[in-house]
C-alpha cells in the first residue's frame, strides 16, 4: 500500500507542516502469469488537507512464491507529489524507486500474521522551473511490517467474507550518517470486505509519526480506500 514522500531538496526550502491529515485511494493486482509466476500492480491517488492531489504512484512488479509461505518480490515505482496543495509551492517532485522484499506468512498458534520486509533504492528529484534545474539525491530504506487479518464473519464453504487487518510498520534509513536511521511508524486497521474469491474491498486507517532528517517531527492520520484482485492474468483477458 503505500506513502507521502519529500526529498531533501524540499525539506530544506519548504517548511513541513507538524499535523497534516490525507486520503489514498489505491489499487493492488497480484495476478498469477504460470506456475509460481505473477504479475503485481499497484497504482494510488492522494491528497492532504483538502488538495485536488498531492501525490500519485503507479509500481509494476513481479512475484515469485518460492513455498506456499514465501513470497518474493521485485517492483519498480514512480511518484510524483505535488506540495503546492498543501499551499507550499506549485512544483512537482518526482520519485524513482527500485524494491526488493519478502513476504513471509505464518500463523501464531491461531493467529494468522504476515511479515514483509522491503527494501527500498530511492531517487527523489527536486522541483524544477523558474530557472531551477532539477537535482537528485538518493536514498536507501529498509522497512519492516507485522500484520494479521483476523476473520470476522465466514460465508459458503467457510470462506472469509469480513475481516479485522491490523499492522505496525517500520522505516529505516541506512548508507549516509547524515540520515537519521529511524524515519517512521505506522499503525494501522482497518476492514476488508471480501466481495469474491477474488475481489476485496478496504477501509481503514493509519497513524504515522515521521523524524525528518532535519529534526522535526511530523504527525500524519491518513484514512485509506482499497480496492484488490487475485485473478489469475488469464481471466483478466478474457481466458479460461
Known sequence: MFFVTAGRGISQVL?????????????????????KWGLQLDGSWRQMNDANWMQWVASPGVNYQVS?????????????????????????????????????TRPL????????????????GSGAGDGLERSWYRQQRVRYMLRSDLPLRRGAGGRTVLSLGIYDEL????????????????????LTFRLSQT????????????????????????????????????RLFGRR
Open 68 to 104: 506456499p509461505s514465501v513470497q518474493i518480490t521485485g517492483a519498480y515505482a514512480y511518484f510524483m507529489t505535488r506540495p503546492g496543495g498543501l499551499h507550499w509551492n506549485p512544483a512537482s517532485f518526482p520519485e524513482h524507486r527500485m524494491q526488493e522484499q519478502i513476504t513471509i
Open 15 to 35: 517548511p513541513a507542516p507538524n499535523h497534516n491529515q490525507s486520503e489514498w485511494f489505491s489499487y493492488r493486482g497480484v495476478h498469477e502469469i504460470k506456475g
Open 109 to 124: 498458534w491461531k493467529i494468522p500474521l504476515r511479515h514483509r520486509v522491503r527494501a527500498d533504492h530511492r531517487f527523489i
Open 199 to 234: 475481489l476485496a474491498f478496504e477501509g481503514g486507517a493509519f497513524t504515522q509519526r515521521t523524524h525528518r532528517a532535519t529534526g522535526e517531527r511530523e504527525s500524519s492520520i491518513v484514512v485509506l480506500f482499497g480496492v484488490s484482485s487475485t485473478a489469475p492474468l488469464r
Open 171 to 190: 522505516f529505516f534509513h541506512y548508507g549516509r550518517r547524515e540520515d537519521e536511521q529511524f524515519e517512521k511508524n505506522r499503525i494501522y486497521a482497518g
